[in-house]
């Protein structure tokens, strides 16, 4: 089967930085995604990530470790509409399996 | 404007009746998906389609049924809703069902079942 897990929330300070881990055992991989997803929508692309190393789109990076089974979704300079429930989801036999989301409250 | 509908947007619903969620992409998408969130569980996928005239299950498929008659339209059917069968429906679609598969979501459907 498959597990994947992610902290249940996170609290910060708006402009600062939060990672969020997400750690799974598939039995397959073809490749893990990150999606954000504001309360009452839909979730929404954010990376993915395929082979090791950091991917960075603005703000936002993505880090994966396939020996350690070990992703991390990085937000930096963070903004109040940065508020919202981050998901990690693998590709497992080109299905998505989701963790049940960590959800990021930012404070001013 | 491109983008993936579904309807319903909200539905209570009584136990036992029949109800059919729909899900409509103007993407061209060949593959499609149907999700149940609950809090606490995250998303789980309930059927999904790599291609027209192709379904497969997934990981909470009871209760449930699909069809792909055509590209566009992935219906999602409840034969005799039970209580337990309260969620968020997400339909979804992605380009291929490889191994880049980006998934675009719907709004969701909320649906109660009394």
């Known amino acids: 089967g498959q597990n994947i897990d992610q902290p249940t929330e996170m609290t910060a300070t708006e402009g600062a930085i939060v990672q969020i881990n997400c750690t799974y055992q598939t039995s397959g991989f073809n490749g893990l995604f990150w999606y954000q997803q504001h309360a009452g929508e839909a979730p929404t692309f954010l990376s993915y990530?395929?082979?090791?190393g950091l991917e960075e789109k603005g703000r936002f990076s993505s880090f994966l470790s396939r020996s350690k089974g070990y992703s991390y979704l990085l937000l930096k300079e963070l903004q109040m509409k940065d508020s919202a429930s981050y998901l990690c989801?693998?590709?497992?036999?080109?299905?998505?399996?989701f963790g049940a989301g960590t959800t990021v409250t930012v404070r001013a | 404007i491109a983008g993936i509908t579904q309807a319903p947007t909200s539905q209570i619903l009584a136990a036992g009746r029949r109800m059919t969620l729909r899900c409509t992409q103007d993407?061209?998408?060949?593959?499609m998906y149907w999700y149940r969130q609950d809090l606490g569980l995250g998303l789980r996928l309930i059927h999904y389609?790599?291609?027209?005239?192709?379904?497969g299950k997934g990981e909470v498929p009871d209760g449930y049924s699909v069809s792909r008659a055509n590209t566009d339209d992935f219906p999602l059917t409840l034969a005799s809703a039970v209580p337990s069968q309260t969620s968020v429906y997400f339909c979804a679609s992605s380009r291929t069902s490889g191994s880049y598969n980006e998934q675009f979501f719907g709004p969701g459907t909320r649906l109660t079942v009394l």
């Open positions: 990530n395929v082979l090791d």
């Open positions: 389609s790599n291609t027209a005239g192709t379904t």
């Open positions: 989801a693998v590709n497992d036999d080109y299905k998505l399996s």
């Open positions: 993407m061209r998408h060949n593959a």
